[in-house]
């Protein structure tokens, strides 16, 4: 069931009257009932997985919180650990780890012969596992108590509009909330309503519009020339942000229709300035998930300079592997951790060079922002691409400049579309950016009124609709 | 309850705004010099049609043709067009325009079936088109339920895009064929492929079937071509003579067979269009065959 689909939208209408028709634990029997449901569309093989899963972390989460023996804490914390691992190791990197232990033994001469299975990736595990690993971790770090009720905690970890493709929301944010009522509110219609549409639009016209250009760069490479391969590049990293922060948004916007605050998962990423920024702004669930849960475990900065290298190049390696089984995501996390390695080694002789060949503030911007950005689109296709050997390809012939004529554009319509609305998403964001609109829609009636239709206008003029998945589905 | 009737008159806007807008762009839309709008706008009058895909568009140096044949030609190939559209077109084209003497048919769109989302590009037509708006519904009836709901879906599609890059520079796209070069690489490729073989879609032979007797009821001369493919190419497909004839046979007149007729790799953008170096020599070919003229 995609956010995109008539499906969905049906499901949503009948499941928000149920909601604000109910209140209390019979909200919370709502909210649950229609996050399975959600959930058992895609597959009802895995309702049992995501139930197990819940089972195992408030059990778990329970005995953490009641012991005081410190052994037995950390055992139930480990065991938790273990146990979403290992589903998340077995259905996402089974095969994976087999694969490329085959290859290595080939290489090696070895005679084995290793059997992979035909395993199917439940929808969203990456996310669920990581979210409910947050809970008992802070339950043992004692930064949380644990949720007494069942019903609670099980919504908690399936609610439907995070619950395949994120935001990670940590319990110690969203569990509190779902403990009050939280009755239906204008404002909160409004405000979410906004993002909702605001996602769509990033979607369906900006993201889905995009794929339709780059899906026919990287599907033949081969046919195109330096300038269309790097035009492909480009809007890729539109694409895959407009995707992303697009289902964030529909996430957010719908938790907020129905009262709850979630924290924001995308902060106009492409304007950073450095590549710590631009962890700090890109997946800032995931990024601070990593960072509080294997960085700062590992060590974090706390222990020289060779270590915090290697804490960040782990963690970055680690990160890209979460994102898919495929040594092309390994390499992608490996390219950003070099990056934040080689930002801390030379960052501040740029800031003494800088100052001593007088660059002005807003041009020194200017020049880290289109670094950061370059390089960042550089690992991009590392993840785009089919795989590592294509990436090396695609990047060699774009450094070749072998043919730079920008009538050698293929598609040129499509490309065209895809310019004229990243650049009214670049409008409508540094607006954002200098005048928060989400507040602007409360104050002004007008200014809702037109800036809804005209969302609709365009979703309605330019979105390009079909079976396109969410990029992050399958993660 | 003052959210609500924002929320309710933001809904009433883009209604309003939906039906305004679609009208500005049917407008837009039909100003425009590319070839679908000038067809349902009756703007056309040529002694031969071409048709076929993105192999028709770019077998034909339409300025070349026109004054080397001393005739009025227009080519109303484009990309990924499949017979259905095709016969679709054609019949829109008697309807609204002169009849002409001659339709020259590509014959390789048979290869390819239709896919939805190139039958849903021509629903900015659907205003002028029956045939076009029947076929649509056909593949998918909740496109057709969204353009009722909102007009401007409608022009939601490259097709409309097209029609308005070409209304911004006042140019035809009758000459929209592919300028770049094949690149080495893929000729490389190309030759180190293994066999395939030309596959023809029942639904679509039939379809192309069905524009033939169209255009024979309607007493215009047709010719069949199969254009060019680039030599390493033709070289690998298996049952080329076996698919001309079979063609020849399911349309009951003989396709004329030019797909190995250019034998330089220069002459190609990629595997199966040729360049404008190719399209020239090609299209001086098919005037020298008698097919254009």
Same mark, same amino acid.
């Given at each position: 069931?995609?956010?995109?689909?008539?499906?969905?939208?049906?499901?949503?209408?009948?499941?928000? #009257?149920?909601?604000?028709?109910? !209140?209390?634990?019979?909200?919370?029997?709502?909210?649950?009932?229609?996050?399975?449901?959600?959930?058992?569309?895609?597959?009802?093989?895995?309702?049992?997985?995501? #139930?197990?899963?819940?089972?195992?972390?408030?059990?778990?989460?329970?005995?953490?919180?009641?012991?005081?023996?410190?052994?037995?804490?950390?055992?139930?914390?480990?065991?938790?650990?273990?146990?979403?691992?290992?589903?998340?190791?077995?259905?996402?990197?089974?095969?994976?780890?087999?694969?490329? *232990?085959?290859?290595?033994?080939?290489?090696?001469?070895?005679?084995?012969?290793?059997?992979?299975?035909?395993?199917?990736?439940?929808?969203?595990?990456?996310?669920?596992?990581?979210?409910?690993?947050?809970?008992?971790?802070?339950?043992?770090?004692?930064?949380?108590?644990?949720?007494?009720?069942?019903?609670?905690?099980?919504?908690?970890?399936?609610? *439907?509009?995070?619950?395949?493709?994120?935001?990670?929301?940590?319990?110690?944010?969203?569990?509190?909330?779902?403990?009050?009522?939280?009755?239906?509110?204008?404002?909160?219609?409004?405000?979410?309503?906004?993002?909702?549409?605001?996602?769509?639009?990033?979607?369906?016209?900006?993201?889905?519009?995009?794929?339709?250009?780059?899906?026919?760069?990287?599907?033949?490479?081969?046919?195109?020339?330096?300038?269309?391969? !790097?035009?492909?590049?480009?809007?890729?990293?539109?694409?895959?942000?407009?995707?992303?922060?697009?289902?964030?948004?529909?996430?957010?916007?719908?938790?907020?229709?129905?009262?709850?605050?979630?924290?924001?998962?995308?902060?106009?990423?492409?304007?950073?300035?450095?590549?710590?920024?631009?962890?700090?702004?890109?997946?800032?669930?995931?990024?601070?998930?990593?960072?509080?849960?294997?960085? =700062?475990?590992?060590?974090?900065?706390?222990?020289?300079?060779?270590?915090?290298?290697?804490?960040?190049?782990?963690?970055?390696?680690?990160?890209?592997?979460?994102?898919?089984?495929?040594?092309?995501?390994?390499?992608?996390?490996?390219?950003?951790?070099?990056?934040?390695?080689?930002? /801390?080694?030379?960052?501040?002789?740029?800031?003494?060079?800088?100052?001593?060949?007088?660059?002005?503030?807003?041009?020194?911007?200017?020049?880290?922002?289109? #670094?950061?950005?370059?390089?960042?689109?550089?690992?991009?296709?590392?993840?785009?691409?089919?795989?590592?050997?294509?990436?090396?390809?695609?990047?060699?012939?774009?450094? !070749?400049?072998?043919?730079?004529?920008?009538?050698?554009? /293929?598609?040129?319509?499509?490309?065209?579309?895809?310019?004229?609305?990243?650049?009214?998403?670049?409008?409508? +964001? +540094?607006?954002?950016?200098?005048?928060?609109?989400?507040?602007?829609?409360? @104050? !002004?009636?007008?200014?809702?009124?037109?800036?809804?239709?005209?969302?609709?206008?365009?979703?309605?003029?330019?979105?390009?609709?079909?079976?396109?998945?969410?990029?992050?589905?399958?993660? | 309850?003052?959210?609500? =009737?924002?929320?309710?008159?933001?809904?009433?806007?883009?209604?309003?705004?939906?039906?305004?807008?679609? /009208?500005?762009?049917?407008?837009?839309?039909?100003?425009?010099?590319?070839?679908?709008?000038?067809?349902?706008?009756?703007?056309?009058?040529?002694?031969?049609?071409?048709?076929?895909?993105?192999?028709?568009?770019?077998?034909?140096?339409?300025? *070349?043709?026109?004054?080397? $044949?001393?005739?009025?030609? =227009?080519?109303?190939?484009?990309?990924?067009?499949?017979?259905?559209?095709?016969?679709?077109?054609?019949?829109?084209?008697?309807?609204?325009?002169?009849?002409?003497?001659?339709?020259?048919?590509?014959?390789?769109?048979?290869?390819?079936?239709?896919? &939805?989302?190139?039958?849903?590009?021509?629903?900015?037509?659907?205003?002028?088109?029956?045939?076009? @708006? %029947?076929?649509?519904?056909? *593949?998918?009836?909740?496109?057709?339920?969204?353009?009722?709901?909102?007009?401007?879906?409608?022009? %939601?599609?490259?097709?409309?895009?097209?029609?308005?890059?070409?209304?911004?520079?006042?140019?035809?796209?009758?000459?929209?064929?592919?300028?770049?070069?094949?690149?080495?690489?893929?000729?490389?490729?190309?030759?180190?492929?293994?066999?395939?073989?030309?596959?023809?879609?029942?639904? &679509?032979?039939?379809?192309?079937?069905?524009?033939?007797?169209?255009?024979?009821?309607?007493? #215009?001369?047709?010719?069949?071509?199969?254009?060019?493919?680039?030599?390493?190419?033709?070289?690998?497909?298996? %049952?080329?003579? +076996?698919?001309? %004839?079979?063609?020849?046979?399911?349309?009951?007149?003989?396709?004329?067979?030019? $797909? @190995?007729?250019?034998?330089?790799?220069?002459?190609?953008?990629?595997?199966?269009?040729?360049?404008?170096?190719?399209?020239?020599?090609?299209?001086?070919?098919?005037?020298?065959?008698?097919?254009?003229?």
């Amino acid at each position: 069931m995609f956010f995109n689909s008539l499906t969905f939208l049906i499901f949503l209408a009948i499941f928000l #009257v149920l909601y604000f028709a109910s !209140s209390g634990r019979g909200r919370l029997w709502i909210c649950l009932l229609g996050s399975y449901t959600f959930y058992g569309w895609w597959d009802y093989r895995f309702l049992a997985l995501i #139930v197990f899963s819940t089972l195992v972390d408030y059990w778990l989460g329970m005995l953490i919180d009641r012991s005081e023996e410190p052994a037995k804490r950390k055992s139930a914390v480990i065991l938790s650990c273990i146990v979403n691992l290992g589903f998340l190791g077995f259905f996402k990197y089974f095969n994976f780890f087999i694969d490329s *232990f085959q290859h290595v033994a080939d290489t090696m001469g070895l005679g084995t012969s290793l059997t992979t299975l035909d395993i199917i990736l439940p929808v969203g595990i990456s996310f669920y596992t990581f979210q409910s690993m947050s809970y008992t971790i802070d339950v043992y770090r004692r930064q949380l108590r644990m949720e007494p009720d069942l019903l609670r905690f099980a919504t908690f970890i399936a609610f *439907f509009p995070q619950l395949v493709a994120g935001p990670i929301v940590r319990a110690r944010d969203f569990l509190p909330q779902l403990h009050d009522d939280h009755p239906f509110k204008w404002d909160n219609v409004i405000a979410g309503t906004g993002q909702v549409l605001a996602g769509y639009f990033k979607k369906v016209v900006v993201a889905d519009g995009a794929a339709l250009a780059v899906d026919r760069v990287f599907d033949q490479p081969g046919l195109h020339t330096s300038i269309g391969l !790097s035009v492909g590049v480009f809007l890729y990293a539109f694409q895959i942000y407009c995707d992303f922060s697009g289902y964030s948004d529909i996430a957010i916007g719908l938790a907020r229709v129905m009262g709850f605050e979630f924290p924001e998962n995308f902060r106009t990423p492409y304007i950073s300035k450095s590549f710590s920024e631009f962890w700090q702004r890109w997946h800032i669930s995931l990024s601070s998930w990593l960072r509080d849960y294997l960085y =700062i475990p590992l060590g974090g900065n706390r222990n020289g300079a060779f270590q915090t290298y290697r804490n960040l190049l782990i963690t970055m390696l680690l990160g890209g592997l979460w994102h898919g089984a495929d040594w092309k995501f390994v390499i992608w996390g490996g390219l950003h951790g070099l990056y934040l390695v080689v930002q /801390r080694l030379i960052g501040g002789r740029w800031q003494r060079l800088r100052t001593a060949l007088w660059i002005p503030n807003w041009l020194n911007n200017w020049l880290l922002m289109a #670094v950061v950005f370059t390089f960042t689109c550089v690992a991009w296709v590392f993840f785009r691409a089919s795989s590592a050997y294509e990436a090396w390809d695609i990047l060699g012939r774009i450094v !070749s400049l072998d043919g730079i004529n920008p009538g050698s554009i /293929r598609n040129k319509i499509l490309v065209g579309k895809s310019f004229l609305v990243i650049g009214l998403l670049l409008v409508a +964001e +540094e607006a954002n950016r200098r005048v928060p609109l989400q507040p602007l829609l409360l @104050r !002004s009636p007008a200014f809702c009124v037109v800036s809804f239709a005209t969302m609709l206008w365009l979703i309605a003029l330019l979105g390009v609709f079909g079976s396109n998945q969410f990029i992050y589905f399958q993660f | 309850m003052k959210r609500g =009737i924002t929320l309710l008159l933001a809904v009433v806007v883009f209604f309003v705004g939906d039906r305004i807008g679609g /009208r500005i762009l049917d407008n837009l839309l039909y100003r425009s010099p590319q070839r679908f709008p000038t067809l349902y706008s009756g703007r056309f009058d040529a002694d031969t049609v071409v048709i076929g895909n993105s192999r028709g568009l770019n077998m034909l140096d339409w300025p *070349f043709a026109e004054q080397e $044949s001393d005739t009025s030609i =227009i080519n109303l190939s484009h990309n990924a067009m499949p017979p259905q559209i095709a016969r679709a077109i054609f019949a829109d084209y008697l309807e609204h325009n002169p009849k002409p003497k001659r339709l020259v048919i590509e014959v390789s769109n048979v290869t390819t079936p239709t896919a &939805e989302g190139t039958m849903l590009d021509y629903k900015p037509f659907w205003g002028r088109s029956d045939r076009l @708006r %029947n076929l649509g519904k056909a *593949f998918s009836p909740l496109t057709a339920a969204a353009c009722r709901v909102t007009h401007l879906y409608q022009y %939601n599609s490259e097709m409309f895009l097209r029609a308005m890059s070409y209304l911004a520079s006042g140019n035809t796209d009758q000459n929209a064929g592919m300028r770049m070069m094949i690149p080495p690489a893929l000729v490389e490729e190309t030759e180190a492929m293994e066999p395939i073989e030309l596959t023809a879609d029942p639904q &679509e032979v039939e379809a192309l079937r069905g524009l033939v007797d169209d255009a024979r009821a309607a007493e #215009v001369d047709v010719q069949l071509v199969l254009a060019p493919y680039l030599p390493a190419y033709a070289a690998r497909i298996s %049952n080329l003579d +076996e698919f001309v %004839n079979d063609m020849s046979e399911a349309l009951g007149q003989e396709v004329q067979d030019s $797909s @190995r007729s250019l034998d330089a790799t220069d002459e190609f953008a990629d595997r199966v269009h040729m360049n404008p170096k190719g399209t020239r020599k090609f299209t001086q070919q098919l005037i020298d065959q008698g097919i254009l003229k």
